[in-house]
């Protein structure tokens, strides 16, 4: 599985960016899919994921109520909608895929993820 995140971009508090994952194979539907973001000397956190099935969603608390997370299964992508940015969301978004993950606790682990994507840079001005 190869994936390609993109969307990434400068804009001010309070906008909204999508971000997508576009992801390469045919077994693409058997994975589940993350997003995670980075800032310089920091972990890579979970940010949400989106499972196998239809209406799998899972969020960290820093993205509930602002951020959104969905699938095109047909056309192998997944998309991270992100509303009321603020300048702390600033950090490079990677999405990766898992084929073992299945409950929230599974989602945050990176180390459940194989496949990652290359990053795409979001920076929220104030």
């Known amino acids: 599985v190869q994936l390609q995140a993109s969307g990434g971009g400068l804009v001010q508090a309070g906008g909204s960016l999508r971000l997508s994952c576009a992801a390469s194979?045919?077994?693409?539907?058997?994975?589940?899919v993350g997003w995670f973001r980075q800032v310089p000397g920091s972990e890579r956190e979970f940010v949400a994921a989106?499972?196998?099935?239809?209406?799998?969603?899972f969020y960290a608390d820093s993205a509930k109520g602002r951020f959104t997370v969905s699938r095109r299964f047909a056309k192998n992508t997944v998309y991270l909608q992100m509303n009321n940015l603020q300048p702390e969301d600033t950090a490079v978004y990677y999405c990766?895929?898992?084929?073992?993950?299945?409950?929230?606790?599974?989602?945050?682990?990176?180390?459940?993820?194989?496949?990652w994507g290359q990053g795409t840079q979001v920076t929220v001005s104030s």
């Open positions: 989106y499972g196998r099935s239809v209406g799998a969603e």
């Open positions: 990766a895929a898992s084929i073992n993950a299945v409950s929230y606790r599974d989602y945050v682990r990176r180390s459940l993820y194989g496949y």
């Open positions: 194979g045919r077994t693409f539907g058997d994975y589940g």
